[in-house]
């Protein structure tokens, strides 16, 4: 597969992978180009680490069902331990690699000369909180996320222990709320910078671990700080007993996504 860097990076390439080095921190993505002034860029969830190894393009096969060109991202937080599953963009204590792939995504978006309001986040579960951390950085920008979590200290333990362990070397939960707040809870990070202009959070009630410990208080802790997001927050229930924590179907998706780009 072709690599490119954001300076080879040309209207001639209509698949490649971005991949640029940032403050020292590498930063990949799958691009598919398509006849349109519109863009999907979608985050990964957890990984199997027994099958699979960074770099991860999740989903990466869709973009033949999507009406826009896609950018699928690596979340390089999985390069600092083999034993992660989850990043959530954290990257290392003095490293906000959310921020820098802020910084990437914006090149990116400028050099394909696509507005921000033409483009749609995506992410389901740790997907999920990715993209609308990344997308407070691009009020402009609409955001599609499904069963995601909202603090990532209020996930599993054992992926939280993994995860504090690699990122903030073994600092208390309470010193990471305390000093890294925003990159680990989403109303912390509405707070200090923007919500986007539109956002469907999708959420299945049979899936209640995320509902009692992410979406709910979420939803209060939105009320709570006096966030403005009645215009622009659309919170989808819907209840698929077998799915639980799996979001919905591909091709419910992919409709759910096209529809929104027209939007």
């Known amino acids: ?15 490649a992978v971005i991949c640029e080095n940032i403050e020292g921190v590498t930063f990949e993505a799958y691009f598919v180009k398509k006849d349109s002034n519109k863009l999907v860029i979608f985050f990964p969830g957890a990984i199997d680490r027994t099958k699979i190894s960074p770099p991860i393009y999740h989903r ?17 937080t999985l390069y600092l331990s083999d034993e992660l599953r989850i990043g959530w963009l954290l990257g290392e204590k003095n490293i906000n690699y959310t921020e820098l792939m802020c910084s990437f995504i914006n090149a990116c978006i400028s050099r394909m000369f696509i507005g921000v309001d033409e483009v749609v ?53 309470s ?3 305390s000093l890294h707040g925003e990159r680990v809870d989403l ?3 509405f707070k200090n910078k923007k919500i986007p202009r539109k956002i469907i959070y999708m959420q299945n009630t049979a899936d209640v671990f995320h509902m009692i410990n992410h979406c709910l208080p979420f939803i209060s ?27 919905i179907s591909q091709e419910l998706t992919i409709s759910k996504l096209n529809a929104f780009l027209q939007e």
């Open 1 to 15: 597969m072709l690599s490119v860097t954001f300076d080879n990076l040309t209207s001639g390439h209509n698949n």
């Open 60 to 76: 990466w096969s869709w973009h033949d069902k999507i009406h826009a060109n896609t950018l699928f991202v690596n979340d390089p």
């Open 121 to 173: 986040f995506y992410g389901s579960s740790a997907g999920g909180f990715m993209a609308l951390q990344v997308a407070a950085n691009f009020p402009n920008a609409k955001v599609l996320v499904n069963n995601c979590q909202t603090n990532v200290l209020k996930y599993y333990k054992s992926h939280v222990d993994d995860l504090i362990q690699t990122c903030f070397s073994d600092m208390s939960e």
């Open 175 to 177: 010193d990471i709320e």
């Open 187 to 189: 109303v912390k990070r």
């Open 221 to 247: 802790a939105l009320k709570n700080e006096q966030l403005d997001v009645e215009s622009s927050f659309i919170l989808d229930l819907y209840r698929n007993d077998e799915n639980g924590h799996g979001p």
